[in-house]
């Protein structure tokens, strides 16, 4: 799906989905770099067939996610990251965020404990470590 954004809101130039996955990850680990505003179609067309991958093959959700920026995410956005995480909730096994943006470090101490899976913060500049990490047993 292509939308038309001006700094992550409205219209301007035309972009395509905000999430992209990111290459060359070990065996049964997804990963995604969020560059803009997220919105639902990014989840229903992009996130949930790669975890709904995942659990088809009967493997444990172990999902990447670099934010190296972050201009927002829709209410559908926000709708879909719930539904998402509720729906295969015993699923969930790593979450490694990979991001310096001093809010959502914040947020992810915060408010950590009540995501499925474990979650762990990496700087940008330790994203193959956050890699590795959710690849472990």
Do not use: C
């Not at 905000?18 to 290459?23: D, M, N, T, W, Y």
């Not at 972050?70 to 719930?82: E, I, T």
């Not at 009540?114 to 047993?137: K, N, Y």
């Amino acid at each position: 799906m292509r939308r038309t954004l001006v700094n992550g809101r409205g219209t301007g130039a035309t972009v395509g989905t905000v999430l992209k996955p990111i290459a060359d990850l070990p065996d049964g680990v997804v990963g995604f770099e969020a560059v803009g505003r997220i919105e639902a179609s990014d989840y229903t067309d992009v996130l949930m067939p790669a975890i709904e991958g995942l659990i088809e093959q009967g493997r444990e959700i172990r999902i990447v996610l670099v934010f190296e920026r972050f201009d927002g995410m829709s209410a559908g956005g926000a709708r879909q990251d719930l539904k998402l995480g509720v729906e295969h909730l015993t699923k969930w096994k790593r979450i490694a965020l990979v991001t310096d943006l001093d809010w959502m470090i914040t947020v992810a101490s915060l408010f950590g404990w009540m995501t499925p899976g474990e979650l762990r913060r990496f700087p940008l500049a330790d994203r193959a470590r956050a890699i590795a990490w959710a690849a472990e047993s």
